[in-house]
């Protein structure tokens, strides 16, 4: 199985291709990688973060793979670095997803209700448009509304369905629950206790669990009960284990839980 993740790479702060990375290697899945841009650390709470978006080398390293002939059983995009990124990554699954293969599209435009720096409606618009093309999309919270310009979970995910098969709205608070509404081909929902604080890095850990769940052709139910519990554990480790939040979960210690899943005989 192979999967490829299209995200950016940020040195410092664990999140998107630092997490993709060890995340599917524990699935058992190889990840390829097409980073969309490199930065010193990601773009939530530190400041003085160096950038750069790799827009042209992106278009070289797909020419070069064409000529390899590679195709993947899944593609995986998160963190785009521009309106033109988001174009350029349907090019990409036209390219590259096999046929039958799946296309998961982690919707990264903010969180708390508020664009991440550089993002913007314009930015949203262009993404909605990519998450018209895929299998599965895992918005946040916030990223739900983005897509929606509404805060009700039930007429969000209608509205995402709408626009893909299988939409994911990976957290949403309800008193002391914290609830992923999902759509099979109905709206369903799992949740677990709800818990304080902000952990950066969480959906990048919950979406890259989740490509190695489909790139195993795990069930959609399975593959979030997995997922969900990897991610509350990893989210409860890392509220007692660590001091400052921005760099990232401790996701780590928990990787046992997805290698058992897949290998334990
Ligand atoms: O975790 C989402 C994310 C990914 N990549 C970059 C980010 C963020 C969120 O802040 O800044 C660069």
């Given at each position: 199985m192979r999967v490829l993740a299209v995200n950016d790479i940020?040195?410092?702060?664990?999140?998107?291709l630092t997490v993709a990375l060890p995340v599917l290697s524990a699935c058992g899945v190889t990840c390829d990688i097409l980073p969309t841009a490199l930065l010193?650390?990601?773009?939530?709470?530190?400041?003085g973060y160096t950038f750069l978006g790799l827009d042209d080398e992106m278009k070289k390293i797909c020419d070069h793979w064409e000529s390899l002939g590679l195709k993947y059983d899944v593609i995986y995009s998160g963190y785009l670095g521009s309106r033109e990124q988001i174009a350029f990554v349907k090019e990409v699954k036209r390219r590259f997803?096999?046929?039958?293969g799946k296309f998961i599209v982690d919707p990264v435009l903010g969180d708390h209700f508020t664009f991440y720096k550089g993002f913007d409606e314009a930015f949203a618009a262009e993404m909605r448009s990519l998450c018209a093309e895929a299998d599965y999309i895992l918005p946040n919270e916030t990223e739900s509304y983005l897509l929606?310009?509404?805060?009700d979970f039930h007429a969000a995910l209608e509205k995402l369905h709408e626009l893909c098969p299988h939409p994911v709205i990976t957290g949403a608070r309800e008193g002391e629950a914290y609830s992923i509404y999902y759509y099979t081909d109905r709206e369903e929902k799992l949740s677990i206790p709800f818990v304080e604080g902000a952990y950066h890095g969480a959906g990048d850990v919950f979406a890259s669990a989740f490509s190695g769940c489909v790139a195993h052709g795990e069930g959609l139910k399975e593959a979030l009960e997995l997922c969900t519990e990897f991610t509350y554990r990893a989210i409860l480790r890392t509220r007692d284990?660590?001091?400052?939040?921005k760099y990232g979960m401790n996701y780590e210690p928990e990787l046992h839980l997805i290698c058992d899943h897949f290998y334990k005989k």
């Open positions: 940020s040195c410092v702060g664990k999140c998107s010193s650390t990601h773009t939530g709470g530190f400041t997803l096999k046929e039958g929606t310009g509404t805060r284990e660590v001091a400052d939040r």
